[in-house]
């Protein structure tokens, strides 16, 4: 009592001062304000307890806050804040224990298919202004958790909400974009926007990227002031580089010489001190289109290099122009730019996959495998801008998305690209028609593109209207067919003696060694006659009438496979798919427990699979 006495007497800014110790959660101190009237009040009316509890409980919301105090913003109650946060991600937790029940028979889900979310983000529908980055920040957090600590369900779906959340978010900032200035529109932001839209699981920020860019113009500059001491760079402001760093210049601030001395010194800190190069053994891979990971991994595709070196010239006042050949992409570099056509002003290339080779139409060698000088034709290409720099960036996520190397997470990834396309490129047929197939492929809903074909039939020129008239009739017979379809209807699957394993036992295959998980199982073949010989099944021990199981392989690929072949692991490493929480809620080690969906169709597997681990873990 003594004690409790001996508090209330403290100043509130003894208490507060108390309260601000990073050991005490949010949670203790709604706790302690419990404890009396005056405590309550010292609680409740401290703004900067409050804040300092935010930022602690959510540190990565700090830059948002901090941009949104730029725009005019600012908080003036931040126990609200914290209310806000707390029942924003409280209303998505429901919505995501939910979630599998609703759409368990899907593989991929519509955006039709999670707009009933919007009331959750969108401030017009009225959301907390800032609930967009709330519930981002929750699924980050949920998606970052060890595996064994996870409900795997809940982090299967948390992916798909994110995706949504993003690609709505990006939507607008794209649009927001392209309608800037043209000298506003920098190569950085728009490959920005590339990378948030296509990893929508990871925290991708501007100020991040921007400060990486900036150290490399950072370290330019050191390399310059040894080797050219007096280069005019050093006389200026460091408000002139922000002015040049935050918007595209329209020629090269230095004479001929002074910005070929500041070229040089950035090839000799990008190519040979930091170790950028072209990635040529992964040439196709996702992540080269990716800034953030160019940035990281000092790897990339010319296009990325490209614009990470672009970047950093811009920020010590040298203008180049990126040019997209069709099988080549460099940089432009000229004595002058906005100069008369009748003077002649020579153009270099800078092939910064090759490390920063500086090219002309006579020295230009022959490259990416093709038998003339993607110069050679020298000046009847213009710089490309911004927008269409995404553009390209987006085709080249395609060609990747389509590449089999890498099977876990490959129709996401193919989707987010085809996706992208459709953004950057809405009334671009051919993009719509991918997406489209790609739609129909996972049974998704086609009414947004209908609803595009239809704008564009109505409104733009004759061979496009044909075009859409084709495809709104692929759409038509699709979904006629569609409708046809018995509505599919999962019935629980009862055992018979002969059936050895059950759904969520890790196996190992006996012959090809691979990991893989039990999905489900036939009571025998259930593939169609013809494909049995294809499948080498014929040439099985015990034929096609013994059980077959599906499963998820540890390659991100799935796998149709006979009792015979199949052994119980003694391993406890888990198998590595993407598709995993679509079934499975919780990994225990040596097997995965069925989330409630996946138990119900198979009620009776739950006994034999203890019961089968428990006996391999006696023989262990």
Known sequence: MAADVL???????????????????????????????????????????????FFQRWPHLTEIYEVEEKRGRKVSNWMSEVRASIQSRKKLMNELSCISQKYFNKQELSHSALNYMDVLFRPELGAHPLAYHFLVDELIDLLERPILDSNLTHTYYAYKIIRYLRQCYLTNEWE????????????????????????????????????????????????????????????????????????????????????????????????????????????????????DQVLENKRGIPITLAIIFESVARRLGVRCEPVSFPAHFLLRWKERYNVPESDQVESFYIDVFNGGQFLTKNSCPRVGGISKCPIERYN?????????????????????????????????????????????????????????????????????????????????????????????????????????????????????????????????????????????????????????????????????????????????????????????????????????GRYFYKYCGTYYLPNEEKEKEYPEDADVRNRLLDLSSHDI
């Open 380 to 580: 009847i290409y213009r710089g490309a801008s911004a927008v269409e720099v995404v553009q390209r960036m987006a085709n080249n996520l395609e060609v990747a998305g389509r590449q089999r190397t890498q099977l876990n997470g490959r129709a996401a990834r193919l989707r987010s690209a085809l996706e992208l396309i459709h953004l950057v490129r809405p009334y671009d047929t051919t993009a719509i028609l991918h997406l489209a197939r790609f739609y129909m492929h996972y049974q998704m809903d086609l009414n947004d593109l209908v609803q595009i074909l239809i704008t564009i039939r109505m409104n733009l020129d004759v061979s496009l209207r044909g075009q859409a008239n084709h495809m709104l009739q692929m759409i038509q017979d699709y979904e006629k067919h569609m409708r046809v379809m018995p509505e599919e209807i999962l019935q629980p699957k009862l055992r018979s003696p002969h059936i050895k394993y059950a759904i969520g036992m890790i196996m190992v295959h006996r012959i090809y060694g691979y990991s893989c998980v039990i999905t489900g199982w036939d009571r025998q073949c259930e593939v169609f006659s013809g494909a049995i010989d294809e499948m080498g099944f014929s040439e099985l021990s015990d034929g096609v009438n013994q059980p077959f199981y599906n499963l998820f392989i540890d390659n991100g690929s799935s796998g149709y496979v006979a009792q015979e072949n199949l052994i119980i692991t003694t391993s406890s490493n888990p198998v590595d798919h993407d598709e995993i």
């Open 7 to 53: 508090i209330t007497f403290l100043p509130c800014e003894i208490i507060e001062y108390m309260l601000e110790n990073d050991n005490l959660e949010i949670s203790d101190i709604l706790n302690f304000r419990l404890t009396c009237k005056y405590l309550n009040q010292a609680v409740i009316t401290s703004n900067k307890l409050w804040r300092r509890k």
């Open 176 to 291: 927001a974009f392209v309608n800037l200035p043209v000298e506003e529109q920098t190569m950085e932001r728009g490959a920005l926007l590339v990378s948030q839209w296509s990893q929508p699981e990871k925290r991708v920020s501007y100020s991040c990227v921007s400060k990486m860019l900036d150290d490399i113009a950072t370290y330019t500059q050191q390399h310059l002031r040894q080797s050219c001491p007096n280069h005019p760079i050093f006389s200026i402001s460091s408000d002139k580089l922000n002015e040049w760093k935050d918007k595209n210049i329209n020629d090269n601030q230095w004479n001929q010489i002074a910005s070929r001395q500041i070229m040089d010194a950035q090839c000799k800190v990008m190519f040979e001190h930091m170790g950028f190069h072209g990635n040529s053994e992964m040439y196709y891979s996702s992540i080269n289109s990716f800034i």
